[in-house]
Structure formats: structure tokens, C-alpha cells
Nanobody, 114 residues
Framework: QAQLVESGGGLVQPGGSLRLACVGSGFPMSDNHITWHRQFLEKERAFVAGISPAGGSTRYADFVKGRFTISRDNAKNTVWLQMNNLQPNDTAMYHC???????WGRGTQVTVSS
């Protein structure tokens, strides 16, 4: 059974950092683009960042450029999202996605508050 499992969320003060991890299993994660999306309450899910299968190409939403970095280690079936200078409007549930397969993880909650 294919799955993506996120971890690393939590409560952080404005200006702080978190590193999210996404571990895939049950499918060849290393052959797939992986993206991070976020959703705040009932709002629409928003693309945050994406990385190519070999990790050589990345892209970011404008609202995270310069603050977030996506990376991967295919030997560990893991994709990370390093988030720096977090702000209150970054508060959301963050989901790891294998978009071409339609796989979504259940998400990890990030809350930025003083």
C-alpha cells in the first residue's frame, strides 16, 4: 500500500524555523516528482514547493521564495521542506504529494504564533 507520511510540524514563534519530512513507501518515490501543499482551515489548498525525481530541479510559490527550501534523499525515500523566517500566515496543514500518482499524505500541522 502506497503512502506518504509527513512529520516535523509544530508550534513556532514568528521568525522561527521548522524542517518537515515526508517519507514515502509502497511505490518508487525516487521516480516521482514530489510537492508540498498547504491548507489553512477550509481554504483552498495551495502549492508550496516541488522537486524533480533526481532533485536537480525545484520550484517554489512566490510567497515562500527565499525562505523555504525543498530537498530529497532518494536512498532514504525522504523529501524535506526547510522553512525559515516563518510568519503567522504560514500557519496551515502541510501535505506531501506525489502528484502524478495522486497520492497525498495526511499532513503535519504548522502553527506560527507568539
Amino acid at each position: 500500500q502506497a503512502q506518504l507520511v509527513e512529520s516535523g510540524g509544530g508550534l513556532v514563534q514568528p521568525g522561527g524555523s521548522l524542517r518537515l519530512a515526508c517519507v514515502g513507501s509502497g511505490f518508487p518515490m525516487s521516480d516521482n516528482h514530489i510537492t508540498w501543499h498547504r491548507q489553512f482551515l477550509e481554504k483552498e489548498r495551495a502549492f508550496v514547493a516541488g522537486i524533480s525525481p533526481a532533485g536537480g530541479s525545484t520550484r517554489y510559490a512566490d510567497f515562500v521564495k527565499g525562505r523555504f527550501t525543498i530537498s530529497r534523499d532518494n536512498a532514504k525515500n525522504t523529501v524535506w521542506l526547510q522553512m525559515n523566517n516563518l510568519q503567522p500566515n504560514d500557519t496551515a496543514m502541510y501535505h506531501c504529494v506525489a502528484p502524478t500518482r495522486g497520492y497525498w499524505g495526511r499532513g503535519t500541522q504548522v502553527t506560527v504564533s507568539s
